[in-house]
Each structure stands twice: as C-alpha cells, then as structure tokens.
C-alpha cells in the first residue's frame, strides 16, 4: 500500500500544484481536480494488482539490476533469450502470478473492508488499526512475492543481459520523458 500511497500522492500532488493560481488558492469550490487523479490512479492499482502484477512494487529490485519475469519476456528479443531462458523465465512468471494472485486478492478484499468501515460510518479508532495493520501486512506479502522472483529472474540472465534490461526499461525511460 505504500507504493500505492506514495503513488496517490505524488499525482493529487502533482494535480494540486498545476490547479494552483498564483495567489497559491487551490481548486475552486466543487472542482475535484487532484482527487480525481489519486481515484484513478488507486483504480489502475486495483486493476493491475488483481491480475497478480506488482503495480511497482518490486522497483527497488528492477531499478537496481533484478529483472522481473513479465518484463523481460516483454524484452525477449532486445535480450536475445535463448529458448532454455524464455522457457525458465515463462515458468518463473507462471509461479510468480500463482503466488501473487490469491495474496493480491487478498489485499484487496482487506482495502475494500477498510474503505466500506468509512463507508457505513463504522469506523473507531481500534478498528483502523486493526484493518490497516492487516493491509500492510497483506501488502508485504504481495511485494515479498514479486521482490522474490526478480532475484530468481536475474539468476537466469547473463550480465550483458541485464545491462540491455536496465538500459531498455530505465535508460530509454528516462530519456522519453
């Protein structure tokens, strides 16, 4: 959820700072502006999560040299896999997606239940508490899980390949923007 978060705030704050007028007011009254990006944004998490996918997660690990298995089949033929490759890494992500589906299924259904505790004014203090602990908790096991097969993934690719990774998923990124 802290990908999540940080993701909804980055794009309500990003939102925010373009609708500000130069005396710093914010949007005008009735005009949703930044919150309509984070409810967006937070259903592009759901959608992708639910499919078993890590919705960045794992950047820490993809950033830094550790592949994931989806991206690099995406990259096959940039890396020049060989068929024993793609046939480890399409194995790795069948697991990863096995794993990770009924774990994200999960975080979801504990995000829901702390959103409808809101939704019947049922909310106290003791039960945020509890119903957060218990996303976070799902949460790290939904990263844990995608962290894990990055390790695995890099474990199957050469180090020329991982640099074409890097360079095909960061480098160039980076120079699109």
Same mark, same amino acid.
């Given at each position: 959820? @802290? ?7 980055? %794009? ?11 005396? *710093? ?7 949703? *502006?930044?919150? $309509? ?15 078993? =996918?890590?919705? *960045?997660?794992? #950047? ?14 995406? $990259? =096959? ?14 194995? $790795?992500?069948?697991?990863? #997606?096995?794993?990770? @589906?009924?774990?994200?299924? %999960? ?21 945020? =508490? ?18 894990? #097969? ?6 199957? $690719? ?14 160039? %990124?980076?120079?699109?923007?």
């Amino acid at each position: 959820m @802290r990908v999540l978060t940080t993701a909804v705030l980055l %794009a309500a704050a990003a939102v925010t700072a373009e609708a500000q007028t130069p005396s *710093g007011s914010h949007h005008a009254p009735g005009q949703a *502006g930044g919150h $309509l990006e984070a409810q967006r944004c937070a259903e592009s998490f759901e959608r992708i999560v639910a499919e078993g =996918r890590g919705f *960045g997660m794992a #950047f820490p690990a993809d950033q830094n040299g550790y592949p994931g298995p989806m991206h690099t089949l995406e $990259l =096959r033929d940039a890396l020049a896999l060989t068929r024993d490759q793609e046939r480890q890494i399409r194995a $790795l992500q069948e697991a990863m #997606f096995a794993e990770s @589906r009924p774990k994200s299924a %999960a975080l979801l259904g504990a995000e829901a239940q702390l959103r409808q505790m809101f939704q019947k004014g049922t909310a106290t203090e003791e039960s945020v =508490r509890t119903q957060v602990a218990e996303v976070e908790r799902l949460r790290s096991e939904v990263r844990l899980v995608h962290l894990l #097969f990055h390790l695995k993934t890099r474990d199957v $690719l050469t180090e020329r390949q991982r640099a074409i990774y890097h360079e095909q998923r960061w480098t160039q %990124a980076a120079v699109g923007r």
